[in-house]
Every structure is written in C-alpha cells, then in structure tokens.
Nanobody, 123 residues
Framework: QVQLVESGGGLVQAGGSLRLSCAAS????????MGWFRQAPGKERDLIAA????????YYADSVKGRFTISRDNAKSTVYLQMNSLKPEDTAVYYC????????????????WGQGTQVTVSS
C-alpha cells in the first residue's frame, strides 16, 4: 500500500503563488518518479509535472511550463510543486502520484492516489 497526502492548496488571487506538498509512504519512494496531476470540474485528470527518482529529469505540461516547478526531498519522501504567476485557469483539485515502477522514465502513474488539494485562483 502507498499513502499519498497532499497539502498546501487554498484560495489565491491571480498572479499569486502557492506551494503544494505531497508526503508519500508505504513504498521506497526515493526510488520512484513522482508526478502532479490536476482535475478541473468536468475535465479529465491531467499530468502537469513529473520528476524522476533522482531528480535529474523533469516534465512539465505546456500549460504550466515556466510558472510551476516540481522538486523532491527524498530524505522526507516528499514532493513539492511551487506554483507562481497563478491564473484562474489553474483552478482545480491537485493530486500527486507515484510511478508504477521504480527507476523508470517517462513517468507512468500507479493506481495510488491521494485525496487531492483544492487550488482556487480568483481573477
């Protein structure tokens, strides 16, 4: 079993910043790539950022490239998403995910999901 607990969401004005955290447990997390997804009402859950197990590779969706930064602290089994220059279209529930297999790339999510954290950006 893998447990993923997201935190750090909230309400912010357009142009503001938030930092999301995801604490992971139940697996040798330092050896797995991690990713952040988001899901807006009525839309699919989309991958927006991912980071390899050793942090040497990252992926960003075009919609967040240059504004969001993914990072990880393997000592804490925690992955972060720094979100800057937020826009109303960034409003969604944000989820973190762990890769289905260790030490692989590109990122492919497993079936484990956290409860998500709501991010609301007002205009």
């Amino acid at each position: 079993q893998v447990q993923l607990v997201e935190s750090g969401g909230g309400l912010v004005q357009a142009g503001g910043s938030l930092r999301l955290s995801c604490a992971a447990s139940g697996r040798a997390i330092p050896y797995y790539a991690m990713g952040w997804f988001r899901q807006a009402p009525g839309k699919e859950r989309d991958l927006i950022a991912a980071i390899s197990w050793n942090a040497k590779r990252t992926y960003y969706a075009d919609s967040v490239k240059g504004r969001f930064t993914i990072s990880r602290d393997n000592a804490k089994s925690t992955v972060y998403l720094q979100m800057n220059s937020l826009k109303p279209e960034d409003t969604a529930v944000y989820y973190c995910a762990v890769d289905a297999a260790p030490q692989t790339w590109p990122f492919r999510p497993s079936d484990y999901w956290g409860q998500g954290t709501q991010v609301t950006v007002s205009s």
